[in-house]
Protein backbone atom coordinates (compact mmCIF):
# COMPACT_ATOMS: atom_id res chain seq x y z
CA UNK A 1 0.00 0.00 0.00
CA UNK A 2 1.35 3.61 -1.26
CA UNK A 3 1.26 5.89 1.99
CA UNK A 4 -0.38 8.95 1.51
CA UNK A 5 1.31 11.24 4.24
CA UNK A 6 5.26 11.70 4.17
CA UNK A 7 5.79 11.48 7.95
CA UNK A 8 9.63 13.21 7.75
CA UNK A 9 7.70 16.01 6.25
CA UNK A 10 4.92 15.97 9.22
CA UNK A 11 8.31 15.74 11.37
CA UNK A 12 9.88 19.27 9.74
CA UNK A 13 6.54 20.72 9.80
CA UNK A 14 5.86 20.83 13.05
CA UNK A 15 9.60 21.40 14.37
CA UNK A 16 9.94 24.24 11.74
CA UNK A 17 6.53 25.36 13.59
CA UNK A 18 7.21 25.45 17.27
CA UNK A 19 8.19 28.71 18.13
CA UNK A 20 4.93 30.66 16.13
CA UNK A 21 2.80 27.78 17.31
CA UNK A 22 1.02 29.09 20.16
CA UNK A 23 0.47 32.36 18.38
CA UNK A 24 -1.65 30.90 15.81
CA UNK A 25 -3.45 28.67 17.53
CA UNK A 26 -6.32 29.61 18.45
CA UNK A 27 -8.40 27.11 16.72
CA UNK A 28 -6.38 24.16 18.40
CA UNK A 29 -6.98 26.00 21.96
CA UNK A 30 -10.43 25.76 21.61
CA UNK A 31 -11.16 22.10 20.57
CA UNK A 32 -8.42 21.07 23.57
CA UNK A 33 -10.66 22.79 25.91
CA UNK A 34 -13.66 20.76 24.65
CA UNK A 35 -11.48 17.78 24.44
CA UNK A 36 -10.31 18.47 27.69
CA UNK A 37 -14.04 18.43 29.00
CA UNK A 38 -14.69 14.72 27.67
CA UNK A 39 -11.90 13.54 30.67
CA UNK A 40 -15.20 14.45 32.90
CA UNK A 41 -16.50 11.03 31.87
CA UNK A 42 -14.05 9.64 34.34
CA UNK A 43 -16.08 10.93 37.32
CA UNK A 44 -14.10 10.73 40.42
CA UNK A 45 -11.39 8.31 39.35
CA UNK A 46 -8.04 9.13 39.74
CA UNK A 47 -5.93 7.86 36.71
CA UNK A 48 -2.12 6.96 37.94
CA UNK A 49 -0.58 7.39 34.06
CA UNK A 50 -1.89 9.95 31.17
CA UNK A 51 -0.10 10.21 27.94
CA UNK A 52 -0.53 13.23 25.70
CA UNK A 53 -0.24 12.29 22.40
CA UNK A 54 0.69 14.88 19.76
CA UNK A 55 1.51 16.75 22.52
CA UNK A 56 2.47 20.02 20.74
CA UNK A 57 3.37 23.08 23.02
CA UNK A 58 2.08 20.93 26.12
CA UNK A 59 -1.13 23.07 26.95
CA UNK A 60 -3.09 19.88 27.46
CA UNK A 61 -0.28 18.16 29.71
CA UNK A 62 -0.33 20.83 31.97
CA UNK A 63 -3.83 21.14 32.09
CA UNK A 64 -4.22 17.43 33.05
CA UNK A 65 -1.05 17.75 35.48
CA UNK A 66 -2.80 20.21 37.23
CA UNK A 67 -6.33 18.14 37.05
CA UNK A 68 -4.13 15.28 38.27
CA UNK A 69 -1.31 16.29 40.29
CA UNK A 70 -0.57 12.89 41.39
CA UNK A 71 -0.52 11.68 38.30
CA UNK A 72 2.24 10.70 35.98
CA UNK A 73 1.19 12.99 32.92
CA UNK A 74 3.37 11.57 29.89
CA UNK A 75 4.01 14.43 26.97
CA UNK A 76 4.82 12.86 23.60
CA UNK A 77 5.35 14.19 20.18
CA UNK A 78 7.66 13.47 17.29
CA UNK A 79 8.74 16.97 16.96
CA UNK A 80 11.69 17.47 19.29
CA UNK A 81 10.88 21.55 19.48
CA UNK A 82 7.97 21.24 19.73
CA UNK A 83 8.76 19.36 23.26
CA UNK A 84 11.39 22.25 23.95
CA UNK A 85 8.58 24.80 23.95
CA UNK A 86 6.78 22.40 25.82
CA UNK A 87 9.13 23.00 29.09
CA UNK A 88 8.24 25.89 29.53
CA UNK A 89 4.58 24.88 30.42
CA UNK A 90 6.24 22.52 32.81
CA UNK A 91 6.46 24.37 36.09
CA UNK A 92 8.90 22.96 38.33
CA UNK A 93 6.02 22.04 41.37
CA UNK A 94 3.91 20.25 38.76
CA UNK A 95 6.46 18.55 35.92
CA UNK A 96 5.00 16.32 33.66
CA UNK A 97 7.25 14.06 31.43
CA UNK A 98 8.37 14.84 27.80
CA UNK A 99 9.15 12.01 25.22
CA UNK A 100 10.04 12.19 21.31
CA UNK A 101 8.06 9.33 20.03
CA UNK A 102 5.44 8.40 17.44
CA UNK A 103 1.74 7.65 17.53
CA UNK A 104 2.39 4.91 15.52
CA UNK A 105 4.68 3.26 17.43
CA UNK A 106 3.96 3.95 21.12
CA UNK A 107 7.66 3.04 23.55
CA UNK A 108 5.05 2.65 26.69
CA UNK A 109 4.52 -0.94 28.21
CA UNK A 110 1.64 -2.46 27.57
CA UNK A 111 -1.59 -2.20 29.67
CA UNK A 112 0.46 0.65 31.44
CA UNK A 113 -1.71 3.98 30.72
CA UNK A 114 -5.16 4.97 32.32
CA UNK A 115 -6.11 7.92 30.16
CA UNK A 116 -4.99 8.48 26.27
CA UNK A 117 -5.51 12.31 25.30
CA UNK A 118 -4.82 13.26 21.48
CA UNK A 119 -5.99 16.45 20.28
CA UNK A 120 -5.77 17.19 16.68
CA UNK A 121 -2.74 14.61 15.87
CA UNK A 122 -4.54 11.55 14.31
CA UNK A 123 -5.23 13.24 10.61
CA UNK A 124 -1.25 13.16 10.61
CA UNK A 125 -1.46 9.29 10.89
CA UNK A 126 -1.42 7.18 7.93
CA UNK A 127 -3.23 3.83 9.67
CA UNK A 128 -5.76 4.30 12.14
CA UNK A 129 -6.66 0.95 13.03
CA UNK A 130 -3.21 0.37 13.38
CA UNK A 131 -2.64 3.52 15.82
CA UNK A 132 -5.65 2.76 17.72
CA UNK A 133 -4.38 -1.03 18.10
CA UNK A 134 -1.30 0.50 19.28
CA UNK A 135 -3.44 2.79 21.68
CA UNK A 136 -5.89 -0.16 23.26
CA UNK A 137 -2.44 -2.06 23.96
CA UNK A 138 -1.18 0.31 26.68
CA UNK A 139 -4.50 1.49 28.15
CA UNK A 140 -5.43 -0.63 30.92
CA UNK A 141 -8.71 -2.33 30.65
CA UNK A 142 -11.54 0.12 31.08
CA UNK A 143 -8.79 3.16 29.87
CA UNK A 144 -10.59 5.92 28.55
CA UNK A 145 -9.33 7.41 25.26
CA UNK A 146 -10.37 11.05 24.37
CA UNK A 147 -9.58 12.10 20.97
CA UNK A 148 -9.82 14.40 18.09
CA UNK A 149 -8.87 14.75 14.60
CA UNK A 150 -9.55 17.08 11.40
CA UNK A 151 -12.53 15.83 8.81
CA UNK A 152 -12.98 15.84 4.89
CA UNK A 153 -14.55 19.46 5.12
CA UNK A 154 -11.57 21.00 6.73
CA UNK A 155 -9.83 23.56 4.38
CA UNK A 156 -11.95 22.81 1.38
CA UNK A 157 -12.55 26.18 0.19
CA UNK A 158 -8.61 26.51 -0.24
CA UNK A 159 -8.74 22.84 -1.48
CA UNK A 160 -11.00 23.86 -3.96
CA UNK A 161 -9.30 26.78 -5.37
CA UNK A 162 -6.00 25.26 -5.97
CA UNK A 163 -7.61 22.53 -7.71
CA UNK A 164 -9.24 25.17 -10.35
CA UNK A 165 -5.27 26.10 -10.38
CA UNK A 166 -3.92 23.13 -11.58
CA UNK A 167 -4.39 18.95 -10.86
CA UNK A 168 -1.67 18.57 -8.54
CA UNK A 169 -3.04 17.73 -4.45
CA UNK A 170 -2.08 20.99 -2.65
CA UNK A 171 -4.06 20.38 0.65
CA UNK A 172 -3.93 17.26 2.92
CA UNK A 173 -7.63 15.30 2.78
CA UNK A 174 -8.69 13.88 6.48
CA UNK A 175 -10.57 10.68 6.89
CA UNK A 176 -14.65 11.23 7.54
CA UNK A 177 -16.29 10.70 10.82
CA UNK A 178 -17.73 7.24 9.86
CA UNK A 179 -13.65 6.33 8.80
CA UNK A 180 -12.12 7.20 12.26
CA UNK A 181 -15.49 5.76 14.07
CA UNK A 182 -14.57 2.11 12.02
CA UNK A 183 -11.10 2.04 12.99
CA UNK A 184 -11.92 2.74 16.83
CA UNK A 185 -14.41 -0.67 16.11
CA UNK A 186 -11.48 -2.67 14.47
CA UNK A 187 -8.97 -1.84 17.52
CA UNK A 188 -11.97 -3.30 19.96
CA UNK A 189 -12.51 0.03 21.98
CA UNK A 190 -16.24 -0.18 23.22
CA UNK A 191 -19.04 2.49 24.13
CA UNK A 192 -17.36 4.98 21.22
CA UNK A 193 -18.99 8.23 21.03
CA UNK A 194 -18.01 10.77 18.33
CA UNK A 195 -19.05 14.12 17.97
CA UNK A 196 -18.76 16.55 14.76
CA UNK A 197 -18.11 20.30 14.90
CA UNK A 198 -17.55 22.51 12.04
CA UNK A 199 -15.80 25.73 12.81
CA UNK A 200 -15.77 28.61 9.88
CA UNK A 201 -12.55 30.80 10.22
CA UNK A 202 -12.31 33.93 8.65
CA UNK A 203 -9.34 35.60 6.68
CA UNK A 204 -8.38 38.90 5.27
CA UNK A 205 -7.28 37.10 1.99
CA UNK A 206 -5.95 33.80 1.16
CA UNK A 207 -2.29 34.51 2.00
CA UNK A 208 -3.05 34.97 5.20
CA UNK A 209 -4.59 31.47 5.89
CA UNK A 210 -1.43 30.29 4.40
CA UNK A 211 0.92 32.03 6.63
CA UNK A 212 -1.47 30.71 9.89
CA UNK A 213 -1.47 27.26 8.26
CA UNK A 214 2.74 27.52 8.17
CA UNK A 215 2.60 28.92 11.24
CA UNK A 216 1.03 25.78 12.88
CA UNK A 217 2.73 23.54 11.08
CA UNK A 218 -0.39 22.34 9.04
CA UNK A 219 1.17 21.99 5.62
CA UNK A 220 0.71 19.55 2.68
CA UNK A 221 1.70 16.70 4.07
CA UNK A 222 0.50 14.17 0.95
CA UNK A 223 3.40 12.00 -1.02
CA UNK A 224 2.10 13.24 -4.27
CA UNK A 225 2.21 16.99 -3.16
CA UNK A 226 4.24 19.43 -6.02
CA UNK A 227 7.57 18.82 -4.53
CA UNK A 228 8.81 21.94 -6.57
CA UNK A 229 7.59 25.61 -6.02
CA UNK A 230 4.33 26.38 -6.80
CA UNK A 231 4.48 29.34 -9.32
CA UNK A 232 3.23 32.58 -8.99
CA UNK A 233 0.59 32.28 -11.95
CA UNK A 234 -1.05 28.87 -9.81
CA UNK A 235 -0.96 31.38 -6.72
CA UNK A 236 -3.14 33.68 -8.86
CA UNK A 237 -5.30 31.70 -10.53
CA UNK A 238 -6.10 29.94 -6.80
CA UNK A 239 -6.40 33.63 -5.63
CA UNK A 240 -8.79 34.70 -7.92
CA UNK A 241 -11.00 31.16 -7.31
CA UNK A 242 -11.03 32.42 -3.76
CA UNK A 243 -12.42 35.56 -4.46
CA UNK A 244 -16.01 34.40 -5.49
CA UNK A 245 -16.11 33.42 -1.54
CA UNK A 246 -15.66 36.63 0.26
CA UNK A 247 -18.54 38.03 2.54
CA UNK A 248 -20.07 40.92 2.98
CA UNK A 249 -17.51 41.81 6.02
CA UNK A 250 -14.64 41.76 3.30
CA UNK A 251 -13.21 38.35 4.70
CA UNK A 252 -12.90 34.74 3.41
CA UNK A 253 -14.43 32.30 5.18
CA UNK A 254 -12.46 28.75 5.89
CA UNK A 255 -13.85 25.68 6.58
CA UNK A 256 -12.48 23.24 9.51
CA UNK A 257 -14.35 20.23 10.52
CA UNK A 258 -13.70 18.80 14.03
CA UNK A 259 -14.31 15.12 14.81
CA UNK A 260 -14.00 14.37 18.10
CA UNK A 261 -14.25 10.99 19.71
CA UNK A 262 -14.17 8.88 23.36
CA UNK A 263 -14.05 5.40 24.09
CA UNK A 264 -12.89 2.74 26.62
CA UNK A 265 -10.47 0.26 26.47
CA UNK A 266 -12.06 -3.63 26.49
CA UNK A 267 -11.54 -6.57 29.38
CA UNK A 268 -7.61 -8.12 28.74
CA UNK A 269 -8.24 -10.80 25.91
CA UNK A 270 -11.02 -9.54 23.98
CA UNK A 271 -10.16 -9.70 20.38
CA UNK A 272 -8.80 -7.12 17.64
CA UNK A 273 -10.54 -7.20 14.18
CA UNK A 274 -7.50 -8.51 11.61
CA UNK A 275 -7.93 -6.94 8.38
CA UNK A 276 -10.18 -8.92 6.00
CA UNK A 277 -12.02 -10.60 9.05
CA UNK A 278 -15.11 -8.78 10.21
CA UNK A 279 -15.01 -9.97 13.62
CA UNK A 280 -17.04 -6.61 15.28
CA UNK A 281 -20.37 -7.24 16.70
CA UNK A 282 -21.50 -3.39 16.01
CA UNK A 283 -21.82 -1.69 12.57
CA UNK A 284 -20.32 1.80 12.50
CA UNK A 285 -24.35 2.53 11.95
CA UNK A 286 -24.62 1.96 15.87
CA UNK A 287 -22.10 4.25 16.78
CA UNK A 288 -24.15 7.47 18.34
CA UNK A 289 -22.86 10.56 16.48
CA UNK A 290 -23.78 14.36 17.51
CA UNK A 291 -23.56 16.67 14.57
CA UNK A 292 -22.92 20.57 15.38
CA UNK A 293 -22.13 23.71 13.65
CA UNK A 294 -20.13 26.42 15.54
Known amino acids: ?30 VEKRLLESLDYLESRQPEVVLDVG ?9 MKKRWPKAQVIALDMAEPMLREAKKQAGWWKPFTRVCGDAQALP ?48 IELRDAFASADDTSHVSRFPPIAQ ?43 QDRRHTLTG ?13 LRREDGTL ?23 GQDVASVPVSAIPIRRKTT
Open 55 to 63: SGTGHASAA
Open 108 to 155: LRDQSVDVIYSNLCLQWVEDLPAVFAGFRRVLKPGGLLVCSTFGPETL
Open 253 to 275: PSSWEVIYAHAWAPDAGAPIRER
Open 232 to 244: RGRFAAARAAYEP
Open 180 to 222: FGDALMMSGFRDPVLDRDLFTLTYSDMDALMRELRAIGATNAR
Open 1 to 30: MTASFDPQHVRRAFSRAASSYDAAAALQRE
